[in-house]
């Protein structure tokens, strides 16, 4: 019995590393709207759709949207700022947490496995979201674009939080919800896990190690299977 339980410890990964927007929270579609809010205070007109297609699926930086769009360099730091205005008050007025997080950070603790968050947002961003959720305390380390220097598909995110949690990155199973994420995680040397969400449920999320359809659906067994795994599978309810 003692030997089984062993085994099965064994088999688990070291570390967890949580994406942010889509997978601790579903923050993504309010990320859109109060950039479209701010670009237009600035003159710069789009849509959420265009948005969503343009940086969740496409991978390109908001910024860098921005100045494709017209925008002036000039503005971009007021443009943050007013997004982050937008994004505090849209928080404080829904529940936007995702099922499960809970339930799943709990059992990952209970077990000695560290956690993490790596994420292409702003650290400021991060903690408006966790600050709202009483979550700082529940990871072992926090990274953002500011921490890193850099943003998804680019692996620095993850190797940095790896490297935090004193964990191998091959020891390391990311959660996400993103092509660019993915892909991040890919090329840090971790196995991923792919949530879908109304954000990324068109997205080919097929780089994955395993495909899920909800954050509910991962728990202790799931992440062992997936560290034994040896290749990438499609997508399962399991």
Not at 27 to 33: D, F, V
Not at 90 to 98: E, K, P, S
Request: with cysteine; hydrophobic share 40%.
């Amino acid at each position: 019995m003692n030997q089984n339980k062993n085994t099965f410890h064994d088999d688990l990964p070291k570390a967890v590393i949580f994406d942010m927007d889509g997978v601790l929270a579903d923050t993504e579609p309010l990320h859109g709207e109060c950039f479209v809010r701010a670009f237009a205070s600035f003159g710069i007109l789009t849509t959420p759709e265009d948005y969503r297609q343009a940086v969740t699926i496409s991978g390109s930086s908001v910024r860098d949207y921005f100045l494709r769009l017209g925008g002036d360099p000039s503005d971009w730091d007021r443009v943050k700022g007013l997004k982050d205005s937008y994004l505090e008050q849209m928080i404080a007025d829904r529940d936007v947490l995702m099922p499960g997080i809970r339930r799943l950070l709990d059992a990952l603790r209970s077990h000695g496995i560290r956690t993490a968050v790596a994420t292409s947002a702003r650290r400021r961003s991060l903690d408006i979201i966790l600050g709202q959720y009483r979550l700082h305390e529940c990871f072992d380390a926090l990274v953002t674009k500011d921490d890193a220097g850099t943003e998804k598909p680019d692996p620095q995110l993850y190797l940095v939080a790896a490297q935090k949690l004193n964990v191998n990155p091959k020891d390391c199973v990311a959660i996400e919800d993103s092509p660019k994420g993915i892909t991040a995680a890919s090329r840090a040397g971790m196995k991923c896990i792919a949530v879908i969400t109304p954000s990324t449920a068109d997205a080919d999320l097929s780089m994955a190690d395993l495909v899920v359809e909800s954050l509910e659906a991962i728990d202790l067994e799931v992440l062992r299977k997936v560290v034994k795994s040896s290749r990438r599978n499609g997508p399962s309810n399991s």
